[in-house]
């Protein structure tokens, strides 16, 4: 039974549930004591967060039993405490807003003394132990295709309890990842949190490292064999009366092959941006040859965009795919064009088999986090977030 009538203020009942989550869910409470709490009419939902602030209306909540109400405030509290709205980063709200409810709903059902979830809690199996921008990728592909999603012309429709923050991002950030520390500690400490939470902390207080940076430091390590020479000492430490050998680069003509899985979901920005990164790091070599590739079922050979040290980076678009994918293909178009100097990037979402290592060094580089695994034997494997 329900300590306070529907009707109780808000604030009274929040105050309730802050007591309870201090004895079950440590972590809840701090940051639900923490968070400044903005009592105001929502478009949308009860709850709504920037990821500093929880927006309340207090208008919607004689809807809500305490149970349903206590349920509520954990899923808008771990919104927070996982960074979703400083994780949006242009992704189409909907869908985002989506995948994080469906990936809280996964996380409070394994939760006790959490309050009660309703018929709209989206727990779906199929996407456990995934993170958000995976579930998101999955969803954002079924749209491509045409699949129902929430209406942007309805907000009645719209499940929507995230808001894009605005203001100074790092700052507001770099002060709750100190709050979500202190929280998360809290928690270790009565040791009760769930596995599935941790395992989601831990991987959103790891630092990141940006793809340019990756693929720099992978590339100019493929491309470039250094050998000490003498003739050319290292001007670093010249200064200091020390003559130590420089490097000789040998910078043959190189060939970068870019395979791009049709099946994949992929934006023309993001395909934009990622050649880009590809252009700024073998501008370093004065000959070379960039070839882009798409793939599915076969390898479009006739659609291969080519450009050189002497070109500029083309306009690429390829258009998507029909479902189906097969490496085999590919595997024969590598071991054909395999060199010493080439190398190749596989740019997918990992579905499909691969049987063996192309001859021509790899890299495969997938949106999908549970395949990674299955292509470490044959080659360089590295997750890449498409958005």
Partial sequence: MDKYPKDTPIKNRLEKIRVQFLFDHPFLSVLALSIPHKYQSNPHMLFETDGVSIRVDESKASGYDDARLKYLYAHVLLHILLKHPFRLKGRDKPTWNRSCDIVIGLLLSDFQRVGQADEEAMVIESFRDKSVEEVYHALYRE????????????????????????GDTQVAEEELDALIIQAMGAARKQGNIPASLLEMFDEITKPSIDLHTLLHAYMSESFFDKESDFSRP??????????????????????????????????????????GIIDSIVRMSHDFEVSVIPFDERVYVEEKKSYDAQGILPQ????????????????????THAGEKNLAVILSDGYFTVEKAPAMQTLFLLSEKQNLKRFERYGDVVYFDLI
């Fill in 143 to 166: 749209s491509d295709e045409g699949e129902g999603q929430q209406s942007e012309d309805n907000p009645t429709q719209q499940k929507m309890d995230i808001i894009e923050h605005e």
């Fill in 234 to 275: 290292n001007r670093r430490f010249i200064h200091q009366g020390l003559y130590l050998p420089g490097y000789r680069y040998d910078r043959s003509r190189l060939s970068f092959f870019i395979f791009l899985d049709r099946s994949m979901s992929i934006t023309g920005d993001v395909f934009s941006r990622f050649l």
């Fill in 316 to 335: 690429i678009e390829f258009a998507k795919g029909n479902g189906g994918t097969q490496f085999t293909p590919v595997l024969e178009y590598l071991n």
